[in-house]
């Protein structure tokens, strides 16, 4: 899984001078159901989140307050994404290793999620991820 498959969408936005709205349906903005929402909030600067891949669970983040940015990694290549507004997210993918980190002061990381909770789905070990992405070799990314 190539961290290029992790891709920025647009959501729609309805701009109104009450306040502006945006939506996200499920399989239509995003590839998969929604059976999961959770949110981090309270973040202490300089903290980092994440740190893991999954085995099965496509996840959709959104910076619904402030900014951080999304570290992706798919054992070989590494891209980094700067989510700062509340009308677009990142998708990731299976088998992706993200981190989350540089998070603003007062932001709210909100993430839709395909699975519901599952310790099992998570891989938390970089080099057992990297095994099981791209085999034994290490070319020494970390
Ligand atoms: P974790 O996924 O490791 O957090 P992050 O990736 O944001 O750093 O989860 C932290 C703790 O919260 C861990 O003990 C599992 C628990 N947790 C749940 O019980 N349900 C959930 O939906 C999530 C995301 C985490």
Redesign the pocket.
């Known amino acids: 899984m190539n961290p290029s498959l992790c891709k920025l969408i647009d959501l729609p936005k309805i701009l109104d001078h009450r306040g502006n709205l945006t939506f996200v349906e499920a399989t239509k903005h995003i590839p998969f159901e929604i059976k ?1 929402i ?1 949110y ?1 909030y309270d973040v202490p600067g300089g903290a980092s ?4 891949a999954h085995r099965n669970l496509q996840q959709f983040v959104i910076a619904a307050n402030g900014s951080f940015d999304v570290i992706t990694k798919d054992g070989t290549n590494k891209k980094k994404f700067f989510l700062n507004r509340s009308y677009y997210g990142l998708y990731i993918p299976t088998m992706i290793w993200r981190e989350m980190d540089n998070f603003s002061s007062g932001s709210v990381c909100l993430v839709l999620a395909s699975e519901f ?1 599952d ?1 099992e789905d ?1 891989i938390r070990d970089y080099r057992e991820f990297k095994k099981l992405a791209v085999g034994n070799k290490d070319d020494g990314q970390d």
């Open positions: 999961r959770y981090l989140r994440g740190g893991h909770y310790e998570y």
